[in-house]
């Protein structure tokens, strides 16, 4: 990373950012206000995304939070005061927000969410922009924005492509919260693991990616379902041929074949 970045990295508030092993680690560090998001907060998440997205060292991403709460969702305190300013700028501020979740979900690297506490409202926005999820049994999740007369609105998008029409209302009409394997059940969670194994888990599923798995083939991947589920049959089926097509020629396929019918493990690391 150039000079410039390391600075602006050293000088954020809430947000850490660091790579080991080619896994990035951004850390929500918010704790004593139970990592709840403020403008702030978003403008340096999106730095870190951006910082982690272009690290060559990095080639998967957790998202993470210090304290026992992964994130309470929104500041009230800052809405409350939005609440005395224009249209134009609760829009600026909502969109700001809206960014962030459309950066997460469509990044061109995996992101896992280890979830060591509650997520709630935006919080649990967060959990579902991003890829996989782990979470302690002892975590709640929930998105309880009507039961304060607001709107679960920007993750709406993304938790109808996640669990469907049926399960997302059940989740945004009643703002119930829920527990982590209940949240498993609703497809929110993907793995469930002690608080004494979470660190351990994680790291060791980020790195089984990054051995195991193309980069590139993940990327094109990951872009590929975010771009299906709005397409028409015939132009979806016309997009993956080409994408088939495309990936035969690639130096990741041509090495990975290569090395299946050699019968050599491939790590993608090198």
């Given at each position: ?21 080619a896994i990035g680690y951004i850390t929500l560090n918010r704790p004593e206000k139970r990592n709840a998001l403020s403008a702030e907060m978003v403008t340096e998440l999106k ?9 060559e060292n990095c080639k998967v991403i957790v998202l993470r939070a210090a304290g026992n709460v992964f994130c309470a969702g929104a500041d009230l305190a800052y809405i409350q ?129 990054c051995v195991e798995n193309s980069a590139q083939s993940m990327e094109v991947t990951k872009e590929m379902l975010a771009r299906l589920p709005e397409m028409p049959l015939e ?36």
């Amino acid at each position: 990373m150039d000079n410039m970045l390391i600075e602006e990295l050293e000088a954020l508030r809430y947000i850490q950012y660091e790579c080991h092993d080619a896994i990035g680690y951004i850390t929500l560090n918010r704790p004593e206000k139970r990592n709840a998001l403020s403008a702030e907060m978003v403008t340096e998440l999106k730095l870190a995304f951006d910082t982690a997205e272009e690290d060559e060292n990095c080639k998967v991403i957790v998202l993470r939070a210090a304290g026992n709460v992964f994130c309470a969702g929104a500041d009230l305190a800052y809405i409350q005061e939005l609440q005395g300013f224009g249209y134009t700028d609760n829009l600026a501020d909502s969109t700001h927000l809206m960014q962030l979740f459309h950066q997460i979900y469509t990044l061109n690297k995996v992101v896992i969410a280890q979830v060591q506490g509650h997520a709630l409202a935006g919080g649990c926005g967060l959990v579902t922009v991003c890829d996989f999820a782990f979470a302690v049994p002892e975590a709640k999740l929930g998105y309880t924005e009507v039961k304060i007369g607001f709107l679960p609105a920007i993750v709406s998008v993304f938790l109808l492509r996640k669990v469907g029409e049926s399960r997302a209302k059940q989740l945004l009409l009643t703002g119930d919260v829920i527990s982590a394997p209940r949240a498993q059940e609703f497809g929110l969670v993907n793995f469930l693991t002690s608080a004494v194994e979470l660190d351990e888990q994680v790291q060791q599923f980020a790195r089984r990616l990054c051995v195991e798995n193309s980069a590139q083939s993940m990327e094109v991947t990951k872009e590929m379902l975010a771009r299906l589920p709005e397409m028409p049959l015939e132009d979806s089926l016309r997009y993956v041929a080409q994408l088939n097509a495309e990936a035969r020629s690639s130096l990741d396929c041509r090495r990975g074949i290569a090395a299946f019918l050699n019968r050599e493990k491939i790590n993608w690391e090198n």
